[in-house]
């Protein structure tokens, strides 16, 4: 590959990053087991729910009271849709529907499906999860009586069903746990998809590699980053340390157009002490890392959260690799001419600025 064409692909990739960042895709469900009945809480960020509305009804940014009363009656008319419920083979409908504009911009569906009891299994399938973006995931929680989690799972549009076997015990029905495997994996991969789908995150480690000469330097950079971001990725989903979702989504933009304009200045040289600004900003990433687990509801209780972080914080540490291993051959090898040296690396950094000063501008001044 010539220096040329590989300028105009790295190019190409960096300018895609200005269309889109960090659409993790994610919704929640609660379905708690009690008196028989089944009641289903399903959680969507406004930027997915409305997927289910006409052109027309859809809004950009945070939603209003206003917004959602005009999409009102048309949440109604979705909702029953959203679920099949079976219990064994008998398929159940929804009794009870309601919609709702919570405080915290999420709009959540409400549905009550009666008389699951007595069944040997209930089968809970999101019919819409296919409708819904690429990569879209939900988190599903199964909850008894007592509120204990029972089983757990990450739907997606290859797989959006989640079954719970019932056996009777000497106390009445309990529901057995069978999903840990895929749930596990689940978040590697939720992970993992995250870093390639969150542009931001990928654009600010490339600004990093980008200048970096050797090995050593990459390792520390890589290692810095990683730990900042898993200390408070770990502090965030316990709720030691929270910050609101848009100081810390600015913060990340702003890391970005920082690090840009510092290759600029260095004119292609890696700068002193870059492993210590890596540290920095790397525990403002991890605020927004630790955002895709509180979207999910891990963090709102002490049950099952161990798993999810570790998992989910593997995913994110993978998927960094696999980018670094991919890119940097391209760019050592690029480095060994000087033509990209003088013009690739500061064409490239100026990119780089831009697009996090474009996102800056979205999560601050137009956010």
Not at 98 to 118: C, K, M, Q, Y
Not at 308 to 332: H, K, M
Request: proline share 4%; glycine share 10%.
């Amino acid at each position: 590959m010539s220096v040329r064409r590989l300028i105009l692909l790295l190019v190409g990739l960096a300018g895609a990053a200005l269309a889109r960042a960090h659409d993790p895709g994610l919704s929640t469900a609660q379905a708690d087991l009690r008196g028989g009945s089944l009641y289903l809480t399903n959680g969507f960020a406004p930027a997915d729910a409305q997927e289910f509305l006409p052109v027309t009804l859809r809004r950009d940014g945070t939603w209003t009271q206003a917004d959602f009363e005009a999409a009102h009656e048309q949440f109604l008319a979705v909702a029953p849709r959203l679920w099949e419920v079976k219990a064994g083979e008998r398929l159940v409908a929804p009794r009870e529907v309601r919609v709702e504009l919570l405080p915290d911009d999420n709009i959540s569906f409400f549905l009550t499906f009666p008389a699951v009891g007595g069944a040997d299994r209930i089968t809970l399938r999101a019919t819409r999860v296919p409708d819904l973006p690429n990569g879209h995931r939900q988190f599903v929680i199964v909850a008894d009586e007592r509120g204990s989690v029972i089983t757990k799972k990450l739907l997606s549009a290859r797989d959006p069903t989640i079954e719970v076997a019932i056996t009777t015990g000497a106390e009445g029905a309990v529901a057995v746990e069978n999903q840990d495997a895929p749930t596990f994996w689940g978040f590697v991969w939720l992970g993992m998809e995250h870093i390639w789908l969150g542009y931001d995150h990928l654009l600010f480690l490339f600004a990093l590699l980008l200048v970096c000469r050797s090995f050593r330097s990459i390792v520390g950079i890589v290692s810095c980053f990683t730990l900042a971001h898993s200390l408070t990725l770990a502090l965030a989903t316990f709720n030691v340390v929270n910050l609101p979702s848009r100081w810390v989504e600015a913060a990340i933009a702003a890391s970005i157009v920082y690090v840009g304009v510092e290759n600029l200045l260095r004119r292609g040289t890696e700068p002193r002490g870059r492993w210590l600004l890596t540290f920095a900003f790397g525990l403002i990433h991890g605020f927004g890392f630790a955002s895709v687990l509180r979207d999910l509801g891990v963090g709102s209780g002490a049950q099952g959260i161990a798993m999810p972080l570790f998992t989910f914080n593997l995913g994110v540490e993978i998927g960094q690799v696999i980018v670094a291993a991919a890119v940097l051959p391209l760019l050592w090898r690029a480095r060994k001419h000087d033509g990209f040296v003088r013009r690739g690396v500061p064409a490239l950094s100026a990119l780089v600025a831009l697009a996090g000063l474009v996102w800056l501008v979205q999560r601050t001044v137009l956010g």
